[in-house]
């Protein structure tokens, strides 16, 4: 009876995490089509703040579990702490560019901000991939590859934007406001890659 108990705080665990990881995706494709579209979809800012509380909210809920039930079977307690937090970075670096693009009354999205979502995208839907083969109990190691290598086509993209700003005399206000909006975009991606970075440390632990 105490094993089965355990065993289904463990699945609610990690069902908790899977539904992170499918928020911050979701947080991450209304993003790229608010850039795609702007500023026609600008109301999409709104839809992405209301994912960022989700993710708050089911980010207190593990937290919640963890203190309440303690380790998991297969996903230490640091583990799931430090999963839940990176999950929530994607999330609100998502949000705080949707939300500056209204701040700094941005009239049209620059191309590369447009590719940046576009690897965030692919990047937070991997992440989303990879863990719902860890409640499977299935390989997430083609998923984290495409993680890490989807998190370098985003620094490369993400240098040559900030780059691009510092040619041509734009103004420099202008400079400030969309450096703000890559660096967010970055910090998303890279914060995908973190979530890559603990799940392969669960794998070397668990071998799963």
């Known amino acids: 009876m105490i094993l089965s108990r355990r065993s289904h705080s463990d699945d609610g665990l990690l069902d908790l995490i899977q539904e992170a990881g499918g928020n911050a995706a979701r947080g991450g494709v209304m993003l790229r089509d608010m ?39 297969r996903l230490g307690h640091a583990d799931a702490y430090e999963l839940a937090r990176a999950l929530d970075d994607i999330i609100d670096d998502t ?49 984290l590859v495409e993680i890490h290598q989807l ?11 900030i780059a691009s ?7 420099p206000m202008v400079v400030i406001r969309w450096k703000d909006i890559f660096e967010g975009l970055e910090r998303a991606i890279d914060s995908c890659e973190t979530v890559a970075h603990i799940l392969e440390g669960v794998v070397l632990k668990t071998g799963r």
């Open 95 to 143: 949000e705080e560019t949707a939300d500056a693009l209204g701040l700094y009354g941005i009239e049209a999205p620059m191309e590369q901000a447009e590719g940046l979502a576009d690897v965030l995208v692919s990047a937070s839907e991997a992440v989303a991939a990879a863990l719902r083969a860890l409640r499977a109990g299935e390989d997430i190691s083609g998923r």
């Open 151 to 161: 998190e370098n086509e985003g620094d490369r993209l993400s240098r040559d934007a």
């Open 35 to 73: 850039l795609a579209h702007f500023p026609d979809r600008s109301d999409l800012a709104r839809e992405i703040l209301l994912c960022e509380q989700e993710g708050d909210r089911i980010t207190h809920d593990i937290m919640h579990r963890l203190n309440l039930n303690g380790a998991h079977r």
């Open 165 to 171: 700003l510092f040619t041509g005399g734009i103004d």
